[in-house]
């Protein structure tokens, strides 16, 4: 079964500086999907960022990049001119790109960032 | 549009009571699926709906656990017999027809058991 591991359970960052959030999965797929997630305290789970394994440029959104190491099977979320309102539990998720059966996302534990003024 | 909506947004019962939650998911979305969350945790996998096929119910918890869902609209979990560590949100997901689509969420509902 795959595992997802958030190893910091609270980070913080000044306003405007980056951060970078970790992230490992254990899998035995070659092919699979990444996601970053972010939880204000609204609990509105909202994708940041998604990977396709098979592709070896690092996606970007905006001021969100992730480093994708396949080999490593780390992928870690920099964000980049952080702002008051990124402040929130950040998930990394795994999916299977199975055809059939439940194309369930399997969460890490999360990460709570805080962002200083 | 309109995005995944669920209710009651927050839900209190005493132990041993039948709840029920809502899952409203985006017009058009084919797959359903149905997460638990408790305080400090990731989302774990309850059940998958896609289309008219059988279920996924593979991450359901216990017998007391049950969902349904008619053709491609609104979605219940529903939970007998409440015990404590039922307590947790209760996240409702909805997307396009898989792999490659993404997962969009519902607010959630929050429910604590007495």
């Known amino acids: 079964a795959q595992t997802v591991t958030q190893s910091q359970p609270e980070m913080s960052v000044q306003e405007a500086e980056t951060v970078t959030l970790s992230c490992t999965y254990d899998?035995?797929?070659?092919?699979?999907?990444l996601f970053w997630y972010k939880q204000p305290p609204s609990r509105q789970m909202i994708l940041v960022i998604r990977?396709?394994?098979?592709?070896?440029q690092n996606a970007t959104e905006n001021r969100f990049s992730v480093n994708f190491q396949k080999a490593a099977k780390s992928f870690s979320l920099k964000i980049s001119d952080s702002q008051l309102g990124d402040a929130a539990m950040y998930f990394c998720a795994y999916r299977t790109p199975r055809i059939q059966g439940a194309q369930k996302l399997v969460f890490g534990q999360g990460t709570r960032l805080t962002i200083n003024p | 549009g309109a995005g995944v909506s669920q209710s009651p947004s927050n839900k209190v019962t005493e132990k041993g009571k039948d709840v029920e939650l809502r899952c409203d998911p985006i017009?058009?979305?084919?797959?359903l699926y149905w997460y638990r969350q408790r305080l400090g945790q990731g989302l774990e996998f309850l059940i998958y709906f896609q289309g008219n096929s059988a279920p996924d119910k593979s991450g359901l918890p216990s017998d007391r656990f049950s969902a349904e869902r008619t053709g491609e609209s609104v979605s219940t979990l529903t939970i007998q017999r409440t015990q404590q560590e039922d307590s947790a949100v209760y996240l409702c997901a909805s997307s396009l027809l898989p792999p490659q689509e993404t997962q969009y969420f519902g607010p959630g509902t929050r429910l604590l058991v007495l």
């Open positions: 017009s058009g979305h084919t797959a």
């Open positions: 990977q396709e394994a098979y592709k070896q």
């Open positions: 899998t035995s797929e070659s092919d699979y999907y």
